[in-house]
Structure formats: structure tokens, C-alpha cells
């Protein structure tokens, strides 16, 4: 008589944009083992807007996900808490036999938290990154989540040395790439067929893109005031893309500043967008300023110039191999950076090792041979 072997039960979690484009690729990876791996998506809806979620499941190709949490915004005490609540009865339901979180939100520490503690295995993917700046909540759910996790999955070579630095079993602690690059080359040919510049009114490598949403940035009324008037100041040498982040536009409301985006014609701010449409725009783009993680990452894979709003960059191969400078958000660095650009000097950069669009099926791979032990 035949044995009848059960299928391994597998959740990976996603919370926040960035975490839709590590996990993607890791759901289409685990497809190849559909007779052994049951895979299921949790959505917690920490950020959540349904026009923009269902864009970037469509634009990723995802499933629906098998539970949306709705946890919804709040603090970051009550959002995490909310999130391991809900998260431990879907555990308790399905029983899975191994838990996969990505990134550094609230939703991936909450879900390893609660799996762990469950005695479920449980893998980081994104490991090791480390700004070693605890002021950033992102910094505290890093190390939170390393330190529990029973394997860890790595980008570039700074998060293997991080990991191993503070004694994490170097047998669980795996170089596989990076899965957001998997998705950009997923959805390159969706970007290069994407209308967006022509309704923008847009022309290749004639604008610059701008995202804004750091807490250090945006929730301080003379930081935000003094980078609007910067970027007003760069709109008539330059036109400029703006997408708000809801947090961004909140604040330039509050703050009462729209006059210094309204009165630069050269500015276009926009609504968020969906994946497709904001990687054709990162790969149009004359360069990029941002305070974004996962932006210094896709600029270097795509050879845009990228200028980072921050005095610290969990991300550093991006500086020391791809196209990204580090920029102190200081009046006096900002406009020296933007008139360096503008005038021309442009840093010239390589993709770093394993950035090669395979990063999701080196993970999947380890998983199914290495940590799934019948």
C-alpha cells in the first residue's frame, strides 16, 4: 500500500508595501513544489488601502491572501499587539510547519514573535540589515527579529557579517540575494509597457522622483518646511515627481505648507502608486531623492543615481558598490549634492553579488531540503 505523505504547511507574511514585493517572488518559487509545500499568504493589513493592495497583488501576480488580519494603524504597541493576536489564531488554525516574515515592520516582529513562541520554525528574510540607529523603530525590529528567528536569509554581505558578529549559528544564517530584485525583474516588462510618463506628461531622463515619509523628515514642521522649499527651488532646474505618502501629506496640511508645493509649477505631487507603475518611473528617472530602504536597493539594481535623506543606511552595499549617496538632510548637503547631480557628476555603480533575480528560488530551495525535516 502506498504511504500517503502530508503536505508541509508554510505561511509567509506580509504587512506593508515592501514586504509585497520580498514575498512575491517566494510564492511563485514554492509553485515548483506545489506536491510537497502547501503555501499560504497572512495580509495583517498594517498598512492597508485596498485600491493600492489589490494593485500590487495584481501587478505581482499574488493570490489573494489566505487571511487578511486587519489590524489597521495605531501605535506601535497596540499595532503589534494587535497583529500577534490575530496572527496566533491563525497559527492555532492552520498549523503550519514553518512561518516566513520579511523586512523590518511591525508585522514581521509581531509574526515571529508569536510563531516562535508557538514552537513554530520560523525564517527571516532581509536578515542582518543594520542601520545602528535605535531611534528607528525599523532598527529595533531588525535585531528583534534576527535574534529569534531560526534561519535567516541575507541580501549582501553586511548582514552576514552583522549576524555572525553577534553569534548567530552561521549554519542557519544563508547569502541567498535579495527577492525585491526578483520582483523588479518580475515586472520589468510590465514597467516598460507602462503608459505612466505619457499621463504624467513625463519625458525619459528629463525628471527627478522624490519620496518623503521619514519620521525624521516629514514630522518635524521646519524639517519638512525647509526640504519643500529645497525641492522648489530644484523644480525650476529640474522637473519633479512627487507621490505622497499619506503620513507626508497629513503633515503638509497639518503644518499648513501646501503653498510651497502649489506655488512650484515644476512640481507634480501625485497619489502613491502601484508597483508597475512606480518602477517605470524609477527606471526613467533623470536621478532619485529619498529617504525609502527598499528605493536605495532598486536604483541600484536599475543604474540610477540615488540621493538618501538620512544620516545612516541599513543598506550599505547600495553605497559602497551601487548608485546611492548617503546625504546628511541638511540644508547645506542637500544643495551641494543636487547642484553636483544637476551639473552633471553622477556615480557609477555595479549590481551587487546575487542580485540576479534567482534570490526567491536559492530561499525556497534551503527551505525545502534543508529546513522541512519530515
Known amino acids: 500500500m502506498q504511504q500517503i505523505t502530508r503536505k508541509f504547511k508554510i505561511i509567509s507574511v506580509v504587512g506593508a508595501r515592501p514586504n509585497f514585493m520580498k514575498v512575491a517572488p517566494v510564492h511563485r518559487a514554492f509553485a515548483k513544489y506545489a506536491d510537497r509545500v502547501e503555501h499560504h499568504i497572512v495580509h495583517t493589513g498594517q498598512h492597508y488601502d485596498a485600491a493600492m493592495s489589490d494593485a500590487f497583488f495584481s501587478d505581482l501576480d499574488m493570490p489573494a491572501p489566505s487571511f487578511f488580519l486587519g489590524v489597521g494603524s495605531g501605535s506601535h504597541a497596540t499595532q503589534t499587539a494587535k497583529i500577534m493576536t490575530e496572527f496566533e489564531r491563525v497559527c492555532l488554525d492552520m498549523k503550519p510547519d514553518f512561518v516566513m516574515v ?64 553577534t553569534g548567530s549559528p552561521a549554519e542557519r544564517v544563508k547569502f541567498v540575494g535579495n527577492t525585491m530584485i526578483d520582483s523588479m525583474h518580475y ?49 525650476k532646474h529640474r522637473k519633479i515627481v512627487f507621490p505622497l505618502h499619506p503620513r507626508t501629506r497629513k503633515n503638509i496640511e497639518r503644518f499648513g505648507l501646501q503653498s510651497l508645493t502649489e506655488a512650484a509649477p515644476g ?21 532619485i531623492l529619498t529617504d525609502s530602504g527598499g528605493i536605495q536597493e532598486e536604483t541600484t539594481a ?73
Open 102 to 165: 520579511a523586512g523590518d515592520v511591525n508585522s514581521t516582529i509581531g509574526c515571529s514573535l508569536t510563531a516562535v513562541k508557538l514552537g513554530i520554525a520560523t525564517a527571516h528574510i532581509e536578515a542582518g540589515l543594520r542601520s545602528f540607529d535605535r531611534t528607528m523603530p525599523e532598527e529595533i525590529n531588525r535585531i528583534a527579529t534576527d535574534a529569534i528567528c531560526d534561519w535567516l536569509f541575507v541580501t549582501e554581505q553586511s548582514g552576514m557579517d552583522n549576524l555572525l558578529a
Open 267 to 287: 512640481l507634480l505631487t501625485i497619489e502613491p502608486q502601484g508597483y508597475v507603475s512606480f518602477l517605470a518611473l524609477m527606471r526613467s528617472a533623470d536621478f
Open 302 to 374: 536599475l543604474g540610477v543615481p540615488c540621493l538618501t535623506l538620512r544620516d545612516t543606511t541599513e543598506r550599505p552595499v547600495t553605497c559602497e558598490l551601487g548608485t546611492n549617496i548617503l546625504i546628511p538632510p541638511t540644508s547645506e548637503n542637500i544643495r551641494s549634492a543636487i547642484d553636483t547631480t544637476l551639473n552633471g557628476e553622477r556615480k557609477a555603480g555595479h549590481i551587487p553579488p546575487l542580485w540576479d533575480g534567482n534570490a526567491a528560488e536559492r530561499i525556497v530551495e534551503i527551505i525545502v531540503n534543508q529546513c522541512l525535516i519530515p
Open 187 to 235: 515586472a520589468m516588462p510590465k514597467a516598460k509597457a507602462s503608459t505612466i510618463l505619457r499621463e504624467l506628461s513625463l519625458e525619459s531622463k528629463k525628471y527627478c522622483l522624490v519620496t518623503l515619509h521619514r519620521p525624521s523628515n516629514v514630522d518635524e514642521p521646519e524639517q519638512l518646511r525647509f526640504l519643500l522649499e529645497t525641492l522648489a527651488d530644484l523644480s
